[in-house]
């Protein structure tokens, strides 16, 4: 019998001075990132913005817009040492959690056909596709379509 790797991380609201961490994570995990300005526009904005924490240390962080009973997961990642050992599945259950906690009833993302480990962690969170959006994402040489996914909560 082998042993299940439990999730180490704790969760806890980000605060302006994780920006620094969250965008060096995010220029590490994406071609095309969010600029730390985006995350600190997030922020202003008063969105859901959660960091996962491996003691002080930043290792992952979700961003969700919430707009009365919808919400939509505008980022959400993982720092690729901490990846494939269930982070992402348990941060995600817990963001839907915090939506569940703000009344939301439907959460959106989108998600790039090509990036099989989102894909996989969504469908087996419960998301479906409800539609391609074409041409959504900058790629290499052109642009790539996003499968934009929903989950009843
Ligand atoms: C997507 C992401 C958040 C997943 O985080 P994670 O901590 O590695 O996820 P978990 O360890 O909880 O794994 C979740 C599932 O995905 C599977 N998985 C991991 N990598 C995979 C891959 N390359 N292809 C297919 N499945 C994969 C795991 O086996 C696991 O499946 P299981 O539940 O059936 O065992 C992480 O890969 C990431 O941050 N990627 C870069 C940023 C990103 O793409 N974010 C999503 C934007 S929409």
Not at 60 to 75: K, P, W
Request: one cysteine or more; aromatic letters at 12%; glycine letters at 10%.
């Amino acid at each position: 019998m082998s042993a299940q790797l439990q999730p180490q991380a704790s969760y806890r609201p980000m605060h302006p001075g994780d920006l620094a961490a969250v965008a060096d994570l995010e220029k590490s995990l994406y071609p095309f990132p969010w600029s730390l300005g985006n995350f600190r526009d997030s922020l202003d904005a008063g969105y859901d913005c959660w960091v996962a924490c491996d003691g002080e240390r930043v290792i992952g962080y979700a961003i969700l817009m919430v707009a009365l009973d919808e919400a939509h997961l505008l980022n959400f990642a993982v720092a690729s040492g901490w990846q494939n050992r269930g982070i992402g599945r348990d941060f995600l259950a817990f963001i839907l959690g915090v939506a569940r906690g703000a009344k939301v009833e439907m959460v959106y993302l989108e998600v790039r056909p090509s990036n099989l480990a989102a894909r996989h962690l969504y469908r087996k969170a419960g998301f479906q596709q409800i539609a391609i959006r074409p041409s959504y994402y900058p790629a290499q040489g052109g642009r790539e379509d996003a499968l934009f996914l929903g989950i009843t909560l």
